[in-house]
C-alpha cells in the first residue's frame, strides 16, 4: 500500500543520510591526523605560454589520500577542513611546500618560473595570512614576485574595505593576487578597477564550448582585451583540446593551464614531463594558423 511503500521511503532516505552524515563526520575525524600522517600532498598542473613557448609557472593543487577510501577531491575536504578550523595549519603547509618547490624549480629552470596558490575564503579573512605568506617565503627564500595568490570573486565581496586591505598588505610584500574561475561569480569587470589584481584566469565553463559558442568566443575576447588594456594578466583554465588551444590563441589569449598539456601531477613527474611541454609548447608557438 501507499503506506508502506511511504514507511519504507521515509526509512531508506533516513538510512542514506544518516549514511552520508557518518560518513562525513568519520571523513572529519580523519582529517583532524592527516597532516601529521603525512596524507596530504600537492600536485602541480603547468601553466603555459603559447607565444614565448614557455611553461611560466605551475598551480599547486592538493591531494588527500584517505587510508581507506583513496584519493578525496578537494572540493570534498577542504570544505571540511574549514569547518572544523584546520584550513590554517593546512594552509600553512600548503604554501611552505609550494615555495620550497618553487624555489627548488626556479634553480634549476631558468625561465621565471611562478607558483600559484589557492587560497580559502577563511584563510583570505585571517589577518596572520600576511605573516604566513612572509614566513613561507623567508624559510623557502623563493622570491616573493613569482609567488601568485588564487582567490575567487566572491571573496572580494564580502566586506570589501577589509578584502581590499588584504590585497594592498599582499601587495607591499611583493606578493601578486590572482581572481580564479573568473566568470562564474558575481562578475564584474570593475573589480579590475577597484582591486590591485594582476591575474585573472578565466574559468573553464568559457572554454568548454569556445569551439562552437561565439558568444562564448566574444566574452572570452572582451575579458582579454580589458584585461590587456588595465595591464592585467590572463590565463585561460580547462584546455583540453588542440582546437580550444586555437580558438584562445585566436583570442589572443597567450597563457594556457588545462588537461592539453597535462593534469594535474606530483613533482617527481611534473620534472620528467618539463622538456616535453616545453617542446609542446614551442610548436605552438611556432605554428600560425
Ligand atoms: P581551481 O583552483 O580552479 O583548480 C583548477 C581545477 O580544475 C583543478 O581541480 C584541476 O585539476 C582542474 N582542471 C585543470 N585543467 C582541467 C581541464 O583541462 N579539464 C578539467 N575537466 N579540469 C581541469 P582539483 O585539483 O580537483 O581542485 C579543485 C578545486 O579545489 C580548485 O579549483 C581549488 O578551488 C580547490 N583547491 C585545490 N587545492 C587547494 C588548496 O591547496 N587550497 C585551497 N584553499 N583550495 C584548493
Ligand atoms: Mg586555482
Ligand atoms: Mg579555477
Ligand atoms: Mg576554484
Known amino acids: 500500500t501507499a503506506k508502506t511503500e511511504g514507511r519504507s521511503h521515509v526509512c531508506f532516505f533516513r538510512k542514506e543520510s544518516e549514511s552520508s552524515f557518518s560518513s562525513r563526520l568519520s571523513l572529519e575525524q580523519d582529517l583532524y591526523h592527516a597532516l601529521e600522517k603525512e596524507q596530504f600532498s600537492l600536485y602541480y598542473?603547468?601553466?603555459?605560454?603559447?607565444?614565448?613557448?614557455?611553461i611560466v609557472g605551475a598551480e599547486a593543487l592538493m591531494r588527500w589520500k584517505h587510508p581507506v577510501h583513496g584519493y578525496i577531491p578537494p572540493v570534498k575536504f577542504i570544505p571540511l577542513l574549514e569547518d572544523i578550523g584546520l584550513i590554517k595549519p593546512v594552509g600553512e603547509w600548503v604554501l611552505n611546500t609550494a615555495c620550497h618547490q618553487q624555489k627548488s624549480w626556479a634553480s634549476k629552470y631558468s625561465a621565471p618560473f611562478h607558483m600559484s596558490v589557492n587560497l580559502s575564503p577563511k584563510q583570505f579573512e585571517e589577518d596572520t595570512l600576511v605573516s604566513s605568506v612572509k614566513k613561507a617565503l623567508n624559510l623557502s627564500g623563493m622570491n616573493a614576485a613569482h609567488l601568485k595568490l588564487e582567490i575567487t570573486e566572491s571573496m572580494l565581496l564580502n566586506e570589501e574595505g577589509r578584502a581590499l586591505e588584504m590585497l594592498n598588505r599582499l601587495n607591499e610584500i611583493g606578493v601578486g593576487v590572482?581572481?580564479?574561475?573568473?566568470?562564474?561569480?558575481?562578475?564584474?569587470?570593475?573589480?579590475?578597477?577597484?582591486?590591485?589584481?594582476?591575474?585573472?584566469?578565466i574559468d573553464r565553463a568559457f572554454v568548454k564550448d569556445i569551439e562552437q559558442d561565439k558568444r562564448d568566443q566574444l566574452?572570452?575576447?572582451?575579458?582579454?582585451?580589458?584585461s590587456r588594456a588595465l595591464n592585467v594578466g590572463i590565463i585561460a583554465e580547462g584546455a583540453e583540446t588542440i582546437n580550444q588551444i586555437n580558438c584562445?590563441?585566436?583570442a589572443e589569449c597567450h597563457t594556457v593551464q588545462g588537461y592539453f598539456f597535462s593534469q594535474p601531477v606530483p613533482p617527481e613527474i611534473f620534472e620528467q614531463?618539463?622538456?616535453?611541454?616545453?617542446?609542446?609548447?614551442?610548436i605552438i608557438s611556432r605554428s600560425r594558423k
Not at 598542473?45 to 607565444?51: A, G, K, L, R
Not at 562578475?187 to 590591485?196: A, D, N
Open 45 to 54: 598542473q603547468p601553466q603555459v605560454n603559447m607565444v614565448t613557448g614557455e
Open 178 to 201: 590572482s581572481i580564479d574561475d573568473f566568470g562564474t561569480g558575481y562578475s564584474s569587470l570593475s573589480y579590475l578597477k577597484r582591486f590591485p589584481i594582476q591575474t585573472i584566469k
Open 219 to 226: 566574452i572570452i575576447k572582451a575579458i582579454i582585451d580589458l
Open 273 to 282: 614531463k618539463l622538456p616535453e611541454w616545453t617542446k609542446l609548447a614551442e
Open 248 to 250: 584562445l590563441r585566436e
